[in-house]
């Protein structure tokens, strides 16, 4: 049996090219993927931007959509926000008053409503560069990166990333013995 995974996070596009999907398109995009991390036993999908890019109203109207995939067995959640300093600047300012900041805490806020961290992260764009997306997501998400255009993702970019996953042996920053 491959490694458990629970959150699959896609990060891919710019801003325009994340104004250039309709909703229909978004909705499409996100049954296909949420139907893939279902089947591999995942129940949330989060789709997020890669950069910025050239600054488009549209895009930001998807913030907080949330969307259900797998027979409802999978959460999709859509984020545009392509900042990763933005997302944690802003995850502080959401912490309760009084709440520890720890670990847990600013994790909890910064991957709500899913109630956990990513297990796999799927880059589409180089793998000699990282997303400015991603700032807390590297710590322990496994990376899986494609040369595919936002436009290009289909399921099967998915399947494959899941498949690269569940081959993997995970030892969170650990060395072998």
């Given amino acids: 049996m491959g490694t458990s995974l629970a959150h699959v996070m ?3 596009g710019t801003r325009r090219e994340w104004a250039d999907v309709d909703e229909e398109g978004w909705r499409r995009l996100a049954g296909e993927l949420g139907q893939v991390v279902a089947d591999a036993g995942g129940a949330w999908l989060t789709i997020r931007a890669y950069e910025p890019g050239e600054d488009v109203g549209s895009a ?11 027979d409802g067995r999978c959460a999709v959640l859509i984020d545009p926000v392509s900042d990763g300093r ?3 600047a802003e995850a502080m300012r959401e912490l309760p008053p009084g709440a520890p900041v720890d670990e847990k805490t600013v994790a909890g806020v910064l991957y709500a409503p899913a109630d ?11 793998p000699t560069r990282l997303p400015p997306s991603l700032v807390w997501e590297l710590a322990y998400g496994e990376l899986v990166f494609l040369p595919v255009a936002l ?11 899941v498949e ?3 081959g993997r042996r995970r030892r969170f920053g650990g060395l072998d013995t």
Wanted: net charge negative.
């Fill in 10 to 12: 896609v990060v891919a």
């Fill in 116 to 126: 956990v961290e990513p297990d796999l992260v799927l880059v589409l764009g180089p």
């Fill in 86 to 88: 933005e997302r944690f």
């Fill in 164 to 166: 690269d996953f569940q």
């Fill in 60 to 70: 930001a109207d998807l913030s907080g959509l949330h969307l259900t995939a797998g």
């Fill in 151 to 161: 436009a290009d993702l289909r399921r099967d970019h998915l399947v494959e990333a």
